[in-house]
């Protein structure tokens, strides 16, 4: 017999409900047995939130104090997903003395878990003043600093929960995910590898070894960790995502279509099976369909380029060229537009008529010339940025979109100043290095940017932070060192298509034509060159 996911839903919602109803009724007494505690936390370090219920209830039933099991219900709680439960449950009132550090350390997890970073670590805080030594509380701190943009700090938070416990899976899992981070994918697998050997059904480590395997381009491998996650963890969304993937790859665009419907309907409303989704009726033939889900992505991620060209290839073959045109948008209008946006946004511009425009990007289009790294538009008008900028100039989240305005309006001087400011309050932040430098190439100052990217690389580098390194290496005149960059990232990373097209014009740079046409012929197999 099998229950449907609704029974499932309702059954876990019925058990949160009693444990909420007990918990308010519980005495003050505590002649419950010695044992349901430790099995509820037995339960709770397998992830396994309903099974810890249980003895909590009955804990609850026979006596013990609310606030005895106020963090443990809590945490099974989250485990489940149920949040507003799982608030009711922490605020509900104080914790017990024993586990008042793991209670405030469920707090900081709920509010990390809804977005709110300063309550988190708010929380953390508390906890950290009563367990310093705890590995699960610095994986969490390192979780809220890698979220919150703090890179440096979360690879030392990470370092600090191995050492602590260096058995830990959690610990091991976020080690390796910023060592991918930091260093590239084949320096992650031993950290993945390691965790496994410890606790081989472990199901996060499971999901980030296999997307790992696949992103290095090992398929056949990721297919047999993907198999095991799914027999370990059956409906696990992630297993079906990456088989997904696997069989697009290959071609298999139904057995792909196939594979994402059996997913859990959470899967769905990720960026990334968004955008496979997409591409999948689009192969099909079902455009209407594409540009659906193509729109969705880019209303949740108007960042995305590459969801954007798709947004307005698929509006293209539906014949709506005024939409492809507005899709396009301000981002056909940039220095670094990709040379295919630019030709599908000009043959939209042709379709409707409008020759002039079409021409002016078939041009730059075929422009084989460096383009410069990427600068996003901020969005919003540069005095609404300002705004927001002065009510907390320290945070990223102000002060990011704050200098893209800048940097778009020209304003270089004044985007270098806000960008330093930035990095000197958040020195372990990437992105405020990166930040730096861009205000400085805009400037003309490409060794200075140079120098402010090379800083970004220590603490992360990953492709944004590459294909920066490349343009000014590459303004500056220094294009073997250009390629020797990118070389030594393919190396970490060698399935990256965007770094692939990177030394294929470099080594075409050089008039090595020969190394170009390899690496083209590869890009073409792969079916990485758009048409």
């Known amino acids: 017999m099998t229950c449907s996911s609704s029974t499932i839903s309702r059954a876990r919602a019925i058990v949160a409900a009693l444990a909420l109803t007990l918990l308010a009724a519980a005495p003050a007494r505590s002649d419950a047995p010695a044992d349901a505690l430790a099995k509820a936390r037995a339960a709770l370090a397998k992830g396994d939130g309903i099974a810890a219920q249980v003895p909590l209830q009955q804990a609850l039933r026979n006596g013990v104090p609310a606030n005895i099991v106020r963090a443990e219900l809590g945490e099974a709680l989250l485990l489940e997903g149920d949040r507003r439960k799982a608030r009711e449950v922490l605020y509900g009132g104080d914790f017990g003395q024993e586990n008042a550090a793991r209670g405030w350390q469920m707090r900081g997890r709920l509010e990390l878990a809804e977005g709110r970073l300063v309550e988190a670590g708010q929380a953390f805080d508390q906890s950290y003043r009563i367990a310093r030594d705890s590995a699960s509380l610095w994986i969490d701190i390192g979780r809220l600093r890698f979220i919150g943009g703090e890179h440096a700090q979360a690879i030392e938070a990470a370092e600090r929960a191995v050492k602590l416990d260096p058995k830990d899976p959690r610990a091991l899992e976020l080690r390796g995910l910023l060592i991918r981070e930091q260093f590239g994918l084949q320096s992650a697998l031993p950290w993945f590898e390691a965790g ?70 959470t899967l769905r409303d990720l960026p990334a099976a968004i955008m496979l989704n997409g591409i999948l009726e689009y192969r099909s033939g079902n ?69 002039s425009e079409a021409a002016t990007l078939f041009e730059r289009a075929s422009d084989d010339g460096q383009r410069p790294s990427e600068f996003l538009p901020a969005g919003q008008l540069l005095g609404v940025l300002a705004i927001s900028y002065g009510d907390g100039p320290n945070l990223a989240s102000n002060a990011v979109p704050y200098i893209r305005g800048l940097i778009e309006a020209g304003e270089d001087g004044q985007a270098t100043a806000v960008a330093d400011r930035l990095k000197l309050a958040n020195p372990g932040a990437a992105e405020a ?49 250009a390629n020797a960059v990118v070389a030594r990232y393919l190396r970490q990373n060698p399935g990256i298509p965007q770094a692939l097209k990177l030394l294929a014009d470099g080594r075409a740079a050089l008039g090595d034509e020969a190394g170009a046409e390899r690496i083209e012929a590869v890009l073409v197999a792969r079916g990485l060159r758009n048409p």
């Open 196 to 265: 496994l050997r410890l606790a081989p059904n472990d199901v996060g480590l499971l999901s980030e070894y296999a997307a790992t395997l696949g992103d290095l381009g090992q398929y056949r491998a990721m297919l047999i960790v993907c198999r095991k996650l799914a027999k370990v963890d059956p409906g696990n969304a992630r297993a079906f995502y990456l088989q997904a993937v696997l069989a697009a790859r290959a071609g298999q665009t139904t057995l792909a279509r196939k594979i994402l419907l059996q997913a859990d309907k």
């Open 287 to 355: 455009a209407n369909l594409a540009v659906e889900h193509f729109d969705r992505l880019v209303r949740k991620q108007p960042d995305n380029l590459q969801a954007r060209m798709m947004l307005v290839r698929a509006l293209r073959r539906r014949g709506l060229d005024a939409q492809a045109v507005q899709a396009a948008g301000v981002w056909a209008d940039l220095q670094s537009a990709p040379p295919y946006l630019l030709q599908l946004t000009a043959e939209a511009y042709r379709a409707q008529g409008r020759k």
């Open 433 to 481: 290095w990166l930040l730096a430098g861009d205000a400085r190439l805009i400037g003309n100052d490409a060794l200075g940017a140079l120098d402010q990217y090379g800083r970004a690389a220590l603490i992360r580098f990953n492709l944004p932070t590459l294909q920066r390194i490349d343009h000014a290496l590459r303004l500056l005149g220094r294009n073997a060192e």
